[in-house]
């Protein structure tokens, strides 16, 4: 595989790689009064194609945490060193909550729920942006989640515990529902306070338990939906998967959780705190990005700067992020 000089592609990531595939869509007219809700914040819906597949990044906002659980393994000073010369906090790093709303075959396909309230007040905008496209909940069709974790489900359950999204199915990988809903699952491994990993387990069953009865287990490898094809990637829980949008000859990758955030998880080898299975992330982490750089795929960070839209290449000692370029 053709490899890159590491220092050659931080000093020139910041331009931007190829945005051949992305295309802008048409806005829906907004309504004076909805026009006034949203002087006040910024946008989170990005318009793009994958071959015939519309498809939007449409942002449920953000959380975060202390650096050190983002980057697991990394040495205290090196870590704080690489942020102050990426312009980050030392102190807190900020995740994005990059949903995909994509239309396959006259449905409208949602992947992962986003968070909601359930990790932090800055979650939850999911619904405003629909409304901002002209959406309900009730016009999704099908969600796939890629994890069970509260950052992926926290929006299927409305406040009044009922079905945020009464007409979607909803599927989940079959590990998961089996480790994180159907027992008590052990979370000692996530280098968090007992408290956060008590709210962390309760927050994941109260937010499928509206879809119990009817929820569409499968495994990771499976082709969903025409056009949607799942990529095992499990270690980060029992069985993540990882998305693979297809259409003619064009591929999008979402990574859901194989990285938190590109300068500690691509730019820097550093592991991520909350893997359960640190070696087998690992190993899907390198299988999939590996993949991902020989075929030149468009990539999707799930927790990336909004829209999260990039390139992952390989370099002499690992990998680097090259942001796709915006288009308007």
């Given at each position: 595989m053709l490899t890159i000089?590491?220092?050659?592609?931080?000093?020139?990531?910041?331009?931007?790689?190829?945005?051949?595939?992305?295309?802008?869509?048409?806005?829906?007219?907004?309504?004076a009064g909805d026009v006034a809700e949203q002087a006040n914040w910024n946008s989170g819906i990005y318009r793009f194609h994958v071959g015939d597949i519309a498809a939007t990044?449409?942002?449920?906002?953000?959380?975060?945490?202390?650096?050190?659980?983002?980057?697991?393994?990394?040495?205290?000073?090196?870590?704080?060193?690489?942020?102050?010369r990426a312009f980050l906090p030392t102190d807190r790093m900020t995740l994005n909550l990059n949903t995909l709303l994509l239309e396959i075959g006259g449905r409208r396909v949602l992947l992962e729920a986003g968070a909601g309230p359930t990790m932090g007040p800055d979650g939850g905008r999911l619904f405003r942006h629909l409304k901002a496209m002209g959406l309900t909940a009730e016009d999704i069709d099908v969600i796939?989640?890629?994890?069970?974790?509260?950052?992926?489900?926290?929006?299927?359950?409305?406040?009044?515990?009922?079905?945020?999204?009464?007409?979607?199915?909803?599927?989940?990988?079959?590990?998961?529902?089996?480790?994180?809903?159907?027992?008590?699952?052990?979370?000692?491994?996530?280098?968090?306070?007992?408290?956060?990993?008590?709210?962390?387990?309760?927050n994941i069953k109260a937010s499928v338990e509206p879809y119990a009865q009817d929820v569409e287990?499968?495994?990771?490898?499976?082709?969903?939906?025409?056009?949607?094809?799942?990529?095992?990637?499990?270690?980060?829980?029992?069985?993540?998967?990882?998305?693979?949008?297809?259409?003619?000859?064009d591929q999008l990758l979402l990574t859901s959780d194989l990285a938190y955030h590109p300068v500690v998880n691509i730019n820097e080898p550093w592991r991520p705190g909350p893997d359960r299975d640190k070696e087998t992330a690992a190993a899907s982490r390198q299988r999939i990005f590996d993949r991902a750089a020989a075929e030149r795929m468009l990539v999707l960070g799930f927790h990336f700067p909004f829209p999260g839209l990039g390139h992952i290449l390989r370099t002499d000692t690992g990998y680097a992020w090259v942001p796709a370029n915006w288009q308007f």
């Open positions: 000089n590491r220092r050659r592609i931080m000093l020139t990531a910041a331009a931007g790689a190829s945005g051949a595939l992305l295309v802008p869509g048409a806005v829906p007219r907004a309504r990044v449409v942002s449920d906002g953000n959380i975060g945490g202390p650096p050190a659980v983002y980057a697991g393994n990394a040495p205290e000073t090196e870590l704080e060193e690489v942020l102050r796939v989640i890629s994890h069970t974790h509260p950052d992926h489900v926290g929006n299927l359950r409305a406040a009044d515990g009922s079905r945020a999204f009464p007409r979607a199915t909803v599927m989940v990988p079959q590990p998961d529902w089996a480790f994180f809903i159907e027992s008590d699952p052990d979370l000692s491994y996530m280098p968090v306070p007992q408290d956060f990993r008590d709210r962390f387990g309760a287990l499968y495994q990771a490898g499976a082709e969903v939906l025409p056009g949607l094809a799942t990529l095992p990637a499990e270690g980060h829980t029992p069985g993540m998967a990882a998305f693979l949008i297809h259409s003619g000859d």
